[in-house]
């Protein structure tokens, strides 16, 4: 069964710093992308930051020169670190894998409210 565990999220106030982790398990297919998406209330889900297998990223406008993404493939984890958070940026976060064999899968999603 295929898990993908997600921690850090919380509350911050603007101008303040959180970094999100994922660990993904229980497939023994390749995983090309993980990425963090994330929906705010109203709005639908969006993407924030994919890294692939082999180290390339995207960002979304929004969050770029603030926000890195980074992965350690020995423990198919993946991170978002989150600097000069504005309170635009509150949002439940999911944590995504695109595996080879079959697809995505997604985390439960972790809250992250910054505050003015």
């Known amino acids: ?10 509350l911050v106030q603007a101008g ?5 982790s994922c660990a993904a398990s229980g497939s023994r297919s390749s995983i ?3 990425g963090w998406y994330r929906q705010a209330p109203g ?4 993407l924030v930051a994919v890294i692939t ?9 929004a969050v770029k ?3 890195t993404i980074s992965r350690d493939e020995a423990k198919n984890a993946v991170y ?8 635009e ?3 439940v976060y999911y944590c995504n894998a695109r595996w080879a064999a079959w697809g995505d899968s997604w985390g439960q999603g972790t809250q992250v409210t910054v505050s003015s």
């Open 1 to 10: 069964q295929v898990q993908l565990v997600e921690s850090g999220g919380g």
């Open 16 to 20: 303040g710093s959180l970094r999100l």
């Open 32 to 34: 090309i992308r993980l």
């Open 43 to 46: 709005k639908q889900r969006a």
């Open 53 to 61: 297998s082999g180290g390339s990223t995207t960002y979304a406008d």
């Open 65 to 67: 020169g603030r926000f």
């Open 80 to 87: 978002l670190q989150m600097n000069s958070l504005k309170p």
């Open 89 to 91: 940026d509150t949002a």
